[in-house]
């Protein structure tokens, strides 16, 4: 993703438009039902996004950790309820920005504009290669570029969660994992 360079002033600004919000571990950012009011970025911390399907299990279908954004984008953008729940994996540090101050942001300069338009179309190409992913890779594949691409979830988010994520169960992804030490 490219970066963006901030003076001093322009960061700011940028930062004077957040809320710092302190979410402990298991607490909810985001509940299905509520219009979300917010798009969240993680100072500190990691996060999941899931819903809970017909059989009453959870699919992970986000992940979030220190200088990502995570929110249910379609209730934050269209103002509906929205269907999943965002939970903090670990005691975490978002800075909130809501639709008003976005604007304000977005409009008070082309660098501000930039920086959104540039942190959505990444996060979009990343949603859709990972939707690519899951139809054309196995479930070893996906674990192993999982691994490779984003090695702190392996050391902070449980086993459980990274197999809800990848699309497996967990028993699946130890003989997966078990599978891959041997060699």
Request: hydrophobic share 40%; proline share 3%; charged share 20%.
């Amino acid at each position: 993703m490219e970066q963006h360079a901030f003076t001093e002033k322009d960061a700011e600004f940028f930062l004077s438009h957040f809320a710092e919000r302190k979410v402990r571990k298991r607490q909810f950012l985001i509940q299905p039902g509520f219009v979300e009011k917010y798009i969240n970025f993680v100072v500190k911390g990691t996060f999941k996004g899931y819903v809970i399907n017909k059989e009453g299990n959870e699919q992970t279908i986000l992940l979030a950790t220190d200088g990502w954004w995570i929110t249910d984008l379609y209730s934050y953008i269209h103002k509906t309820p929205a269907t999943m729940f965002v939970e903090a994996i670990e005691d975490s540090i978002v800075l909130q920005l809501n639709p008003e101050n976005e604007h304000i942001l977005r409009t008070h300069s082309t660098q501000f504009a930039n920086f959104f338009i540039n942190t959505m179309q990444g996060g979009l190409a990343a949603t859709q290669h990972r939707i690519t992913d899951g139809f054309m890779l196995t479930a070893e594949e996906r674990y192993k570029k999982f691994a490779v691409k984003y090695p702190e979830f392996l050391q902070r988010v449980p086993q459980y969660t990274v197999a809800s994520y990848l699309g497996i169960t967990t028993q699946y992804l130890s003989r997966i994992k078990s599978k891959l030490l041997k060699c």
